[in-house]
Every structure is written in structure tokens, then in C-alpha cells.
């Protein structure tokens, strides 16, 4: 209650969701452009009076519980002593990793890590809710990527390392990859708001794979060179093939019509997967059934996140709102939290969502859960961050803890302001500062209907 009151007298700024967080805490432009990508070639000028070099991963002054910086080189200390070679041998989960710099000319190339045996984990975000964050960035920075360069749309000019990434690809289980480097593996380590943790990488001088056991579904769709990748996509969802493999075989470029056929940077795909998937499940499955009876809020917290998940009784529609406390990964210098969001109505939108990605990935698990209840409704998503979240892990988290919210049984109401007043129980942000931050639920209290002067 105290916070509450504090919060109270707190101004609620809205900021964009790209924060370049790790600018405010560093002063060696070398270890900023390391940890985010989006400084790469970018010169960054040094701050006089860095908090980091008063901290040194010790007093918390970035308002995180544990600093990031630490949980790197913890990763990468585990992961050195066993790249420290340009030779490798491990057990691909599978995996695969097509970069965007540079594009349509992109790096890509397979996932390995230096360890053999089952590593399907470490590529299998669905099975990662329940671990903390530094398992979740072991098994990720674990994974060394193997690269070579290629044309997006003509990937026959690299096709003696294109055949054995496309067959980690299709795999249904995990691969044992025998993989030499130009040189050793770089220490580079990748954390993204889109993309899951990545480990060093280096360009590949030869791979050679074992034996390879296709996973049936994906390679039906992969053979069928006359099936539309929105098909092929659909099929496999509805097949039971997790997101994350159609995710990676999309991105190596597996479906489509055979002229069609590219190869899709891992960012896009990800994101590609859930917005097509989830947009033909709401028009084939969503809208032509009743609305809800009654309105109901389900929620989940993890690692730091909460998330509520309202449902209203109405005709589809949806929105995604996030609340950053300060010292988060996207709003580290602010003293006030900071809120964003989109939305969109029974149309649909046809523009990209400011948001970012995690917006399509929580539409995939709302339209998901909606399709099995032969329902539809207007679905308000919200998720607040605190400090306790430390470092970004891709939009996965939000899939899946709205996946796993949606599981979990709801709490049901006769009428909007109890299921709002339920909310701000489970929330820190007063729900005052949630509608403010809504169109749709500010719609839904102010606006009018016209069926209110229409007789029954």
C-alpha cells in the first residue's frame, strides 16, 4: 500500500520501448557495443562519474538486484575455456541463427554447443518457463555460432553450408555437428529485447553433421514446393509443431512456393511467425463465435514480470500495454515509470505495432487460447516490469507467460469494474494509470453505444 501511495505521486512518462539501456551504465564503448547491437558502428563518447565504476557490480546503483555485466562474464568465463580452439565438437539442439546486418548479403549458420549429448533445451523456449534467468542465458550463450556469408535470395552460392544448415533445420531432435573455424570462436555475447541470449561466434571453415532424424511435418511442408508459406505455417500450428521450430525453419527459408523461397533473419522470422499465425487464427477461428459471457482475468508472474490478461465480453479486439519501472532494462535512467502499448480492433491493423515484437507473440497466445475456447473477446494484455528483471531475453517471455497465465484457472466477473479492481490488485502501477495508458479500455468506460438508446 505504501508504494501505491508513492506511485500516486509519481508522473507517469511515456517513452519509447528501444531504450538503449546499457549507454547510461558504461563508459567503455568496446563492452557497450558488445552487449547492444544497436551500437554497433556507432561512436559512442564516454561519461565522466559512471555509476558502473563506482558499483563494480556490487551496489546495485543502476537499480538492478543483480547487475547484468556480471551475469556476461560469469556466461562467457563457462563457455571461454571451452571455445579457446578452432576446432569444435558438440550436439546441435538443433538450432540456427540467420543475422540482418548487411542485408539481402547476411551471416548465417548452426547453433553448437561444445557439449554432446541431449541439448534440445537450450533452442526450445517453451520448456524454459520455471528457470532463472542465469540458466536461461547459460544455455543460450553456451550455443557458438558457426557463420557463413550468403545471399538471402540466392542461397545456392553457398550451398555446401546451406544443405547442412537446412537439415539442422528440419530435425526433430538434436544433432552431433563437427565444426572448424577460420579462427576461435569471438567473445562476443549477444543480449536482445527480440532474440534469446546468443554465445560467441566465428565464420565456419567446414562442418560435417551426423545423422539426422527429419521431423516429418516440417519436411512435408519443405517438400512441397507448391504450398504458400501462410499454409505451411498454419499446418504445422495446427500439427502441434511448437513455434520455435517453425520459427527456425521458416527463417533458413524451408517454405513457399519454390520461386518464393528466402532465407529470413532469425529477428524477423520470429516475429513474422507469430503476427501470420496468429492473424489467420482470429480471421478462420476467432470472430465467427460468441463472445465471452462474463468478464475474467487471468495472471502470471515470473522473473520479475507480471502479467494480467483481461478478457471482456465483446467482439474481438486486442491491446498490448507494458509498464518499465525505473532501473529496468528499457528505462534505466528514468525516476518515473515508463508505459507503452498498441492496439487494434476487429479489423485488424495494417501497419507494424510500435511495440515491437512482443506485441505479435502475446496476439499468438491469446488468439491460440480463444480458438480452443470457440470464443472471442476483447483482450486487454498488460505486463509490468520490476528491477527485478535484469537483462533482456527476447519476446518469448511474453508468449509464454501469457501462454502459461492463459493456463492457469481465471478469476470471473459480472461487470467491468470489478474485473478492474481485481487488477489492480495484482498490479504495483494504480489501474488509474492502466487506463490512461489504454484506448481500449478507455473506450470501453466513456464511449457511448448506440445499442444503449435501441429497445430490446
Known amino acids: 500500500m505504501m508504494l501505491k501511495k508513492l506511485l500516486r505521486r509519481k508522473f507517469i512518462k511515456k517513452v519509447k520501448r528501444r531504450v538503449p539501456w546499457i549507454g547510461h551504465l558504461l563508459d567503455d564503448a568496446k563492452v557497450a557495443g558488445d552487449l547492444n547491437p544497436e551500437y554497433e558502428g556507432i561512436e559512442l563518447q564516454a561519461r565522466q562519474g ?64 561444445p557439449i554432446v549429448g541431449d541439448t534440445s533445451i537450450m533452442d526450445a523456449p517453451e520448456q524454459w518457463i520455471g528457470k532463472t534467468v542465469d540458466e536461461i542465458v547459460d544455455f543460450r550463450t553456451k550455443l557458438i555460432r558457426g557463420k557463413f556469408r550468403v545471399n538471402v535470395k540466392k542461397p545456392d552460392m553457398a550451398e555446401r553450408f546451406m544443405q547442412k544448415t537446412l537439415e539442422l533445420a528440419l530435425s526433430q531432435t538434436y544433432v552431433d555437428a563437427e565444426i572448424t573455424f577460420k579462427k576461435k570462436p569471438s567473445g562476443r555475447i549477444l543480449l536482445d529485447h527480440d532474440l534469446q541470449p546468443m554465445g560467441p561466434s566465428a565464420v565456419m571453415r567446414d562442418i560435417k553433421i551426423g545423422n539426422v532424424k527429419t521431423d516429418s511435418r516440417i519436411e512435408k511442408a519443405y517438400d512441397d514446393q507448391d504450398l504458400k508459406s501462410e499454409e505451411a505455417l498454419l499446418n504445422l500450428h495446427a500439427n502441434g509443431v511448437p513455434v520455435s521450430k517453425i520459427q527456425r525453419a521458416f527463417s533458413i527459408g524451408a517454405f513457399g512456393l519454390k520461386k518464393n523461397r528466402r532465407i529470413v533473419p532469425t529477428r524477423w522470422s520470429i516475429t513474422a511467425v507469430d503476427s501470420t499465425i496468429s492473424r489467420r487464427l482470429i480471421e478462420d477461428e476467432v470472430k465467427d463465435t460468441n463472445p465471452v459471457d462474463q468478464y475474467s482475468v487471468h495472471d502470471f508472474s515470473y522473473l520479475g514480470n507480471r502479467f494480467v490478461v483481461l478478457m471482456l465480453p465483446m467482439h474481438w479486439c486486442y491491446e498490448w500495454i507494458e509498464g518499465w519501472y525505473p532501473g529496468t532494462a528499457w528505462n534505466p535512467a528514468q525516476r518515473s515509470i515508463a508505459m507503452g502499448g498498441d492496439w487494434e480492433g476487429y479489423k485488424g491493423r495494417t501497419t507494424y505495432a510500435s511495440i515491437g515484437g512482443c506485441y505479435y507473440a502475446v496476439r499468438l497466445a491469446t488468439a491460440e487460447f480463444l480458438a480452443s475456447q470457440r470464443r472471442q473477446a476483447g483482450v486487454i494484455a498488460l505486463r509490468e516490469i520490476h528491477p527485478g528483471f535484469i537483462t533482456p531475453l527476447g519476446v518469448w517471455i511474453n508468449r509464454e507467460c501469457v501462454r502459461e497465465a492463459l493456463k492457469r484457472e481465471s478469476k470471473e466477473f459480472n461487470n467491468l469494474k470489478e474485473a478492474l479492481d481485481y487488477v489492480d490488485s495484482r498490479f504495483t502501477i494504480r489501474i488509474e494509470e492502466w487506463i490512461d495508458n489504454s484506448h481500449l479500455l478507455k473506450d470501453t468506460l466513456y464511449q457511448e453505444r448506440l445499442t444503449k438508446y435501441l429497445s430490446t
Do not use: N, W
Open 50 to 113: 559512471s555509476p558502473c565504476l563506482v558499483c563494480r557490480g556490487a551496489r546495485q546503483l543502476c537499480g538492478k538486484p543483480r547487475c547484468p555485466l556480471i551475469i556476461k562474464f560469469h556466461s562467457f568465463a563457462g563457455v571461454r575455456r571451452l571455445v579457446d580452439t578452432e576446432h569444435m565438437f558438440g550436439s546441435s539442439p538443433p538450432g540456427i541463427f540467420v543475422g540482418r546486418i548487411g542485408y539481402p548479403y547476411v551471416y548465417a549458420g548452426p547453433l553448437t554447443p
